[in-house]
């Protein structure tokens, strides 16, 4: 019983297939419903009736569009109008990206330079939407102190060690790639520590005495950055940034004095990280 279940389902199958209309779509926008017979250097020969003895019927090819066959497969003879559709279809279907890769980067910068000096830094990313056209970055950075001072003279301004957090929005205009471009502002915020090094000369007793003033720094400005990423693997990366912007604040403070050391100047930096994505 089961068999002829099986065969009776097949033939099914197989005349439903068979007696499947092929469309002919005219360029003044008829249509034919019909049989194609033969598609020829310069015509096209349909039957309307699935009779073996039906007639032919023939139609110019520079008459018709395109032709819909019955198991699904379309034949366009204005190829302007094909392309027409194929970017129709394209618009309105989903974005494909390379790869389905992970909305979380954590980063490790072994090395970042900042106009403070050298240092290295940790940063967490998460890419939002689904599309992967943005991302917040939120960076932990610290730049190291310079390890020589000026025995003689009057001031080394060069020794100071600050740590930064620098919020960032990522703007990624081709979605998530194997290689990834983005740009997007950075707010960052820098607080630490510069020792002064100074040599008082005292003429009465021709003898000079070294001291030390430390005082407490606090940094505030914006970047815009430009972000280059490398996905090695699906989970491995390396990047690389670079930007600049206008730094608005650069204080400093020494017990209950405070200097201004500058007005508004421009602020870069450059960073090279490797990263985890999952």
Do not use: C
């Not at 494909?96 to 954590?106: A, H, L, R, S, T």
């Not at 060690?161 to 194997?178: A, D, H, I, N, T």
């Not at 912007?245 to 421009?266: A, L, N």
């Amino acid at each position: 019983m089961g068999r002829i279940l099986t065969l009776a389902l097949l033939l099914s199958l197989f005349f439903a297939v068979a007696q499947a209309q092929d469309i002919l779509v005219r360029k003044n926008g008829s249509i034919i419903e019909g049989k194609v017979v033969e598609v020829g250097i310069d015509r096209v020969l349909y039957k309307i009736s699935q009779e073996a003895n039906a007639a032919n019927f023939v139609v110019r090819k520079n008459e018709l569009l395109r032709i819909e066959f019955g198991n699904g497969q379309t034949i366009w003879f204005d190829k302007r109008r094909e392309r027409s559709a194929d970017r129709g279809r394209e618009q309105n279907s989903p974005i494909v990206q390379d790869e389905e890769f992970g909305k979380n980067k954590i980063d490790v910068s072994p090395f970042k330079a900042l106009d403070s000096g050298p240092g290295f830094g940790i940063s967490y990313e998460r890419i939002l939407g689904k599309n992967g056209y943005f991302g917040l970055l939120l960076p932990f950075t610290i730049t190291v102190a310079d390890s020589y001072y000026f025995p003689m003279g009057s001031e080394n301004s060069n020794n100071e060690e600050m740590y930064y957090f620098s919020p960032s929005l990522k703007v990624y205009p081709f979605g998530q790639k194997r290689v990834t471009y983005a740009v997007g502002p950075t707010l960052y915020a820098g607080m630490g520590k510069r020792w002064n090094n100074y040599t008082d000369y005292d003429p009465a007793t021709q003898v000079y005495t070294s001291r030390e003033e430390e005082r407490e720094r606090f940094r505030m400005g914006m970047i815009v950055n430009n972000y280059v990423n490398f996905q090695i693997t699906k989970h491995f990366q390396i990047g690389l940034n670079a930007g600049v912007g206008p730094r608005y604040i650069d204080r400093e403070k020494f017990g209950s004095k405070v200097y201004k050391t500058r007005g508004m100047e421009i602020t870069g930096e450059f960073n090279f990280n490797l990263g985890f994505r999952f």
